[in-house]
C-alpha cells in the first residue's frame, strides 16, 4: 500500500483499476482526498485528469462535510471494458440526495452540484445500504 501520510480510515482497495478510501469527517478530509485521487491518477497515468477530478471531489467531500458526520468515501473506477472514462464516486451516510440549487452571485455556497453538472460527462445519485453515492463520469482522453 502506497501512503503519503494521510489521515485515512484505510484504504479499502487498490487493485490496477479501482482505489477506494475511507476518511474520516473532518475538515482536512477535503485536502487528503483531492491528494489521494491526484496521486492515483497519476499512477495511472492519468495526469491531465488531475485538476478536474481532485476539484470536483473537492466539492463533493465539502459537501458531505457540511451535511454528513459519518466517514466519506471516494473511489476511482477504470473499468476494463470502458478504458475511455473515468468513474469517480463520493459517498456518506446521510441518506438524503443531494439538491442542485442555482447560487446567487453573493452566495459563498451552492455551486459545487452546479460545477460537477457542467464538468462531467454524465453524473448522478444513488441510494446506498447506508447512505447515499453521488457519482460523476470524466472522459479519459486518448
Given amino acids: 500500500m502506497h501512503s503519503l501520510g494521510w489521515e485515512v480510515i484505510g484504504v479499502i482497495d487498490t487493485e490496477d483499476d479501482r482505489a477506494e478510501w475511507s476518511f474520516p469527517a473532518e475538515p482536512g478530509a477535503v485536502r487528503t482526498a483531492r491528494a489521494a485521487v491526484r496521486d492515483q491518477l497519476h499512477r495511472w497515468d ?26 466519506i468515501g471516494v473511489r476511482l473506477v477504470r473499468q476494463a471494458r470502458l478504458r475511455d472514462v473515468l468513474l469517480v464516486e463520493v459517498s456518506d451516510p446521510l441518506p438524503d440526495p443531494p439538491r ?9 455556497s451552492g455551486r459545487g452540484l452546479q460545477l460537477v453538472a457542467s464538468a462531467a460527462r454524465r453524473w448522478g445519485t444513488r441510494p446506498g445500504s447506508a447512505g447515499k453515492t453521488v457519482w460523476f463520469e470524466l472522459a479519459v482522453p486518448g
Avoid: K
Fill in 46 to 71: 492519468l495526469d491531465s485528469l488531475g485538476d478536474i477530478a481532485a476539484l470536483l471531489v473537492s466539492e463533493l467531500v465539502t459537501n458531505a462535510l457540511r451535511h454528513a458526520t459519518g466517514p
Fill in 100 to 108: 442542485e440549487r442555482i447560487a446567487r452571485p453573493d452566495d459563498e
